[in-house]
């Protein structure tokens, strides 16, 4: 979990929304600039899930650190309620229990190591956790590290996640449970959600919304609404539709 500083102009008034308009960004390289997003807009609601596929090298992950403060736009505006990013990686740190890693969060919001335990342990029950709160990561399978490291997240008490193929590193099958937990804890504990993934099946089965993006310099090609009823079974004939209804705008020369 990373906890963005706040930086202008970041805050919605009111909201836990997300607001990008017309952003742009380009880094500098040996062999020249590469520009990663050129007029990239993209709007999340409050306790919205959206979705974003495109294809590798397009700035997913630029936008997701742009969402959360980490960079700055080179032009265009991009404003949100406070946002904590969850990388691909857990980042958990191997000395620590996977209690005292999920109460990191709360640790760096000053509240001190026993009070912080105490906060967490319930929710690592909630998690599918309990019996595990003093294991060490290395002794978690890779979906309890990933349960940890979103429990972490959740614990920033940020009203926006921004996740980041959380789940890419998973075999088959773990994945696939991951992602069915996933929704039932954000129907239960809603959030503002941006998750970027190269799953669209998983973008159809998690997400309100999903924005497609082109080949770099990333912007947004298409939007798929996602009006289904959870939960959602990747065998059902309108998520099988709408699977093929993105992966048609990803195909689409731009």
């Known amino acids: 979990m990373i906890e963005a500083p706040p930086q202008e102009p970041r805050e919605l008034d009111g909201t836990g929304g997300v607001r990008v308009e017309l952003v742009s960004r380009t880094f500098a390289a040996k062999r020249g600039p590469i520009q990663a997003l050129s007029g990239m807009s993209l709007h999340a609601g409050d306790r919205e899930i959206v979705a974003v596929v495109g294809p590798s090298g397009c700035g997913k992950t630029t936008l997701l650190e742009l969402i959360c403060g980490l960079q700055r736009p080179d032009s265009g505006v991009v404003a949100c309620a406070p946002a904590a990013l969850m990388p691909q990686r857990d980042l958990l740190l191997p000395w620590l229990s996977a209690i005292d890693n999920a109460a990191l969060a709360l640790r760096a919001r000053g509240v001190k190591r026993e009070g912080a335990r105490a906060l967490a342990a319930p929710w690592l029950v909630r998690f599918g956790l309990a019996g595990f709160e003093q294991a060490r990561p290395a002794a978690l399978s890779g979906g309890m590290r990933q349960r940890v490291s979103f429990l972490r997240s959740m614990l920033a008490g940020k009203p926006v996640l921004a996740l980041d193929e959380p789940f890419a590193a998973l075999d088959a099958i773990t994945r696939g449970e991951m992602q069915s937990w996933l929704g039932r804890v954000l129907s ?9 993934t190269h799953d669209v099946e998983e973008a159809v089965l998690i997400a309100d919304r999903v924005v497609v993006m ?3 310099p990333g912007r947004a090609v298409a939007e798929v609404p996602v009006a289904l009823a959870r939960p959602r079974r990747r065998t059902d004939p309108e998520v099988t539709a709408l699977r093929e209804q ?9």
């Open 188 to 196: 239960t504990e809603p959030r503002t959600v941006v998750l970027v």
């Open 246 to 254: 993105v992966y048609t705008a990803l195909e689409v020369p731009q």
């Open 214 to 216: 082109s080949p770099r």
